[in-house]
């Protein structure tokens, strides 16, 4: 059974910093390429970082230079460090796996910034 569990959200001040983990189960984690979204109320949810299988990354326009993506195979998690917060940054987060044909999300977990 596939889990993807979300962790690290909660609220910030701008300008601070947060780290999202993403602990992974169930699939071969160091052959799936590992992507962050976010989704904020009344918004269409979009891609915030990705890093592919290979650890090769890509950014958000909006988040390059403040956000890193990261992974540790040996421990199946995925990181995202969020510096420099903005209030616009206040989102859902969700964490994604994708797999050959097959992808998988998490639950999502909470990052509030206030100004």
């Known amino acids: 059974q596939v889990q993807l569990v979300e962790s690290g959200g909660g609220l910030v001040q701008a300008g601070g910093s947060l780290r999202l983990s993403c602990a992974a189960s169930g699939f071969i984690f160091r052959l799936a390429h590992m992507g962050w979204y976010r989704q904020a109320p009344g918004k269409q949810r979009e891609l915030v970082a990705r890093i592919t299988n290979s650890g090769a990354t890509n950014y958000a326009d909006s988040v390059k230079d403040r956000f890193t993506v990261s992974r540790d195979n040996a421990k199946n998690i995925v990181y995202l460090q969020m510096n420099s917060l903005k209030p616009e940054d206040t989102a859902v987060y969700y964490c994604?796996?994708?797999?050959?044909?097959?992808?998988?999300w998490g639950q999502g977990t909470q990052v509030t910034v206030s100004s």
């Open positions: 994604n796996a994708a797999v050959t044909r097959s992808a998988w």
